[in-house]
C-alpha cells in the first residue's frame, strides 16, 4: 500500500529543481530556480535565455527576447515571421511573438517536463541541457538575423532554418 500522500503534479514540482541541478552539474554552472520555479540564464553574452516551470509542474516554458521592434520595423519583416512559424520551419519547434504592449519579439517554447523525469537523471540531464542548447542556438541565430532582415525593404531567399549556429556557452543571468 502506497502511503505518500504527494500528488504527481506535487511530484513533478519538486522534479523541476533536481533536474535542473543536475542539468547545471552538465553546464557547470548553478542552475537553482527561485521559489517559483523561474531562472534566467546568459547565453554567449548576448541572450538571455529565461525558463519557468508552470504551476501544475508538467511543462516548462523556454523564451528569449529576440528583439524590440517599433509598429515599423515589425511590418516590416511581419512576412517573414509568419514564414518562420509556418509549421516552425525556421523556429526549430519553437514560436515566435509579438507583444504589441512592449514591442518585444520573442522566441517561445513549451517543453514537457515529465519525459525526462522518466530517464536516469544523468540522462535526463543530458538530454535536457540538449534542448536548452538546441533553443539557445537557435534565439542567438535570430538575433544575429533580425538587424540584416531590418535593413532589407523586402523579403529575400534567406532560410534561416538551414543557417548553421554556433555551439554556445551558458552563465548564470
Known amino acids: 500500500m502506497n502511503t505518500d500522500s504527494s500528488s504527481p503534479v506535487d511530484l513533478a514540482l519538486a522534479e523541476w529543481p533536481a533536474l535542473l541541478a543536475e542539468a547545471g552539474r552538465v553546464l557547470g554552472i548553478d542552475l537553482s530556480p527561485d521559489e517559483s520555479g523561474y531562472l534566467a540564464v546568459i547565453v554567449d553574452a548576448q541572450c538571455t535565455l529565461q525558463l ?6 508538467r511543462q516548462a516554458s523556454l523564451f528569449c527576447v529576440i528583439a524590440e521592434l517599433d509598429d515599423a520595423a515589425l511590418a516590416r519583416i511581419a512576412p517573414r515571421l509568419l514564414a518562420a512559424n509556418y509549421f516552425w520551419q525556421a523556429t ?3 514560436t515566435l511573438g509579438h507583444d504589441p ?3 518585444r519579439l520573442v522566441l517561445a517554447r513549451a517543453l514537457t517536463i515529465e519525459p ?3 530517464q536516469g537523471s544523468a540522462q535526463a540531464a543530458h538530454r535536457f541541457v540538449a534542448e536548452l542548447q538546441a533553443f539557445a542556438d537557435r534565439a542567438v541565430a535570430w538575433q544575429s538575423q533580425l538587424p540584416e532582415w531590418l535593413e532589407i ?3 529575400a531567399d534567406e532560410d534561416l532554418a538551414h543557417a548553421a549556429a554556433p555551439r554556445m556557452l551558458f552563465d548564470r543571468a
Open 52 to 57: 519557468q516551470c508552470t504551476e501544475d509542474g
Open 92 to 94: 526549430g519547434g519553437a
Open 116 to 118: 525526462f523525469l522518466a
Open 101 to 103: 504592449a512592449s514591442g
Open 153 to 155: 525593404a523586402s523579403p
